[in-house]
């Protein structure tokens, strides 16, 4: 096969840089104090991995390459942090839920009556479903935001409609 056809070096081409959470434009990145430690902890990693790149001067292609998708990520953390309005949800009232809220929900009418199901609201850096964590501007955490306890709320889970009624609200670091 002639050289001709063959691709020499991939260096040339541009990396492509993870983006991180969507914010829409315009909201503030709340966080809570827990998330605003995770965002830091990420900092601290990853400028030890740039370290480490920087210290390999075996391929420098690679070098090159590693580094400007971690100098990328830096910078996409950097302004995130500088962005960061910490929420302590400490500080909230448990009347209402906001952002912080723990907030436990009973299916009234839908496909499943007497379904509950619990969730914290958080920053979207923090967001982690499988763990109970979701962001602020998610759509069910929208559609209880500002609901009270005992309130019934009518709510889109995926396609279809659902009647809910907020059993508890609670506060606590998360």
């Known amino acids: 096969m002639s050289r001709a056809f063959a691709k020499e070096d991939d260096s040339l081409e541009a990396p492509i840089i993870p983006p991180r959470a969507a914010l829409p434009v315009g909201t503030p990145n709340y966080v809570t104090p827990h998330g605003l430690e995770q965002l830091r902890q990420e900092l601290v990693g990853l400028e030890a991995e740039r370290a480490q790149v920087e210290a390999n001067r075996e391929n420098e292609a690679d070098r090159t390459r590693l580094l400007t998708v971690l100098n990328g990520r830096l910078s996409a953390l950097n302004a995130r942090l500088a ?29 499943k009556p007497g379904l509950e199901r619990t969730f914290t609201l958080v920053g979207v850096d ?24 005992g309130q019934v709320l009518t709510i889109r889970v995926g396609a279809k409609e659902e009647e809910v009624e907020v059993l508890e609200i609670s506060y606590k670091e998360s």
């Not at 923090?126 to 306890?149: C, H, N, S, T, Y």
């Open 83 to 111: 962005s960061a309005k910490v929420v302590d949800p400490r500080g909230q009232t448990a009347q209402e839920v906001r952002f912080g809220a723990t907030v436990r929900l009973r299916t009234r009418r839908g496909d």
């Open 126 to 149: 923090e967001a982690a479903v499988a763990e109970g964590k979701v962001a602020f501007i998610a759509p069910i955490a929208r559609a209880v935001q500002g609901a009270r306890l």
